[in-house]
């Protein structure tokens, strides 16, 4: 072989393989007709989907999520709580005793299938719990277009999780995850995972939904309706005309959100008000005296929204409606289902803002929830977090707005029920263990991230990561990638440490020796993940000095942060056992010798970094 030649083929080789790696994402248009019998808590369904394979695979069947069909006696969710006992979740059993195990016949949930057609010829189907295999008659090649039709009715269960009838705070209709739903395909493949409780995920999709039902209802959605004046609860004076049913039309649409979601109520007031350079919101709820916070939170949820497109990236979508109708609270396009009674402004706000910052961390990041919940949870949490710790300041100083979160987090490590946050959604074993791994490990990942990268660095990574992966699908690579392009560092290994693995940090302040005019400190690493360490040493005349002991595994290293700029000393080998370095103060200049200061480094120990000098 020639060289010219063999330099030819390794160029066509290197475009080949990026082709077959370069990203992509499917899109699905839905056009559906809902109608409604809200007296008996059905419905008739028909849909039609555009669904768009831009992935370089030939597709020879696609799969749906039927999710209703996890409300009966012995389905798999009912087998999950069932097994799992009291350390499941306690929406979904009473004293370890499953919910769905006693749901009456008339009360499960269903979604059953007429038909399915691709370009108007009957398909061949199989249905395995939650999970519709489709058997395709034409190949759906890569870069192309097909067309599904279908119709089913469906019963809606009873309220259990998310999605159902008369909640606990009488609300008639919860209706999530709610229609037969394409499921996404991507590099990892087909999104087949059982629905038995956890997270969810789907492509990008447009939707036009018409929803007929008895005149008297109000409906809350996450789109743009578009037909106000036609119902209840949007306009002052609509016009109302049912037809010999008494029912009437309500017309939806949305582009580009992952799913449509909505609920049912006749006793729904609807509030709404827009935010400066942000969406219309929307308040769709009871008005009672235990729902009075609602109103108090408009003044809250304006700020709110200015605070995320400022710290995040701007909100997309022209409106968002927070719709009392959940279980708790959980979030959908372009709206959230949560619980309307509150016991404070605040402790309602805590649970929007939460929801609502899943429109980033959900939403428009769209991550894979079932492979990766703590980047969904857990980003989230870290969004609401320092969100409310600058529209509810504490009354008392908090070192940082995470410090809450990183006391959980270390209280929990001493239980020896750690599991790792790598774990898919449904596949912990322990329900607390799986808040932990995804709520809070995901939200302390960033600020540990913050910690190691310095907070300057890492706002400017949570920004490019909106601007790169926005209406994407990244992973926890992709954001690792910006993170360490952003900062220069070799980021991996932690990456590995905190989701990975259970291991934990714990440093200390081991040894004090004073002279004339110095003093040497020894410190000590007795936990398992490596960690650079910011050395504070506080004077008699209350200033701060500030020292970086960097860690050789990050390659480069932190100049400044929160507390100023460093005076950095020689690396720490991640292998190293001790520490020793000397400082040019003496015993009589001395007040406060500290580990991280900001306390925002999550040592499962802090009693022993500290060191007060008397």
Known sequence: MTKSFFLILLFICGLFSAQQNAYYQQHAKYKMDIDVDAANYTYQGKQSIEYTNNSP????VVYFNLFWNAFKPGSMMDQRVQNRGKTGDSRLNVDGVSRLASIPKDQEGAQNIHWI???????????QETIMKVYLNESIKPNSSTKFTMEWDANVPMQIRRSGRNNREGIDMTMTQWYPKISEYDYDGWATFDYVGREFHAPFADFDVNIKI????????????ENPSDVKGYTSSPTIKADKNNKVNWHWTAKDILDFAWAADPDYTVDSFAVLN?????????????????????PYIKKYYQLMNAAFGDYVYP?????????????????????????????????????????????????????????????????????????????????????????????????????????????HDNGTAYTFATYVKGETFLVELG?????????????????????????????????????????????HYWINTTKTIDYGITNVQYDATSTTITLTNNGQVPMPIDFGVMLKDKSVINYQIPLNLTRVFKTKDINGTFTSLPYWPWTQKEYTFTIPYSKDQLSVLGIDFSQRMADVNPADNFVEVK
């Open 57 to 60: 695979d030939e597709l020879n």
């Open 117 to 127: 057609k691709q370009n108007g010829k009957l398909l061949k189907y199989e249905i």
């Open 214 to 225: 008895d005149k008297n209802y109000v409906i809350g959605a996450g789109g743009t309706l």
């Open 278 to 298: 942000g969406p219309k919101v929307y308040l769709v709820y009871q008005k009672s005296d235990k729902t009075a916070a609602w109103e108090e939170s408009i």
């Open 319 to 427: 409106t968002y409606s927070f719709i009392q109708g959940g279980d708790g609270g959980m979030e959908y396009g372009r709206c959230t289902m949560i619980l309307g009674e509150a016991k404070s402004v605040q402790s309602l706000c805590g649970l929007m803002f939460h929801e609502g910052s899943h429109s980033w961390f959900q939403q428009m990041l769209a991550t894979n929830e079932a492979m990766r919940p703590w980047m969904d949870e857990g980003f989230t949490s870290y969004a609401e977090d320092y969100i409310m710790y600058q529209l509810f300041p504490p009354t008392t100083p908090e070192a940082n707005p995470f410090i809450n979160s990183i006391n959980a987090y270390i209280r929990w490590t001493k239980s020896g029920l750690e599991e790792p946050a790598v774990w898919l959604g449904d596949h």
């Open 451 to 495: 910690y190691i990268m310095g907070e300057e660095n890492l706002q400017k990574t949570m920004k490019e990561y909106y601007k790169q992966w926005h209406l994407k699908h990244p992973t926890d690579r992709d954001f690792i990638h910006i993170a360490q392009n952003i900062s220069g560092m070799d980021l991996k290994w932690f990456h």
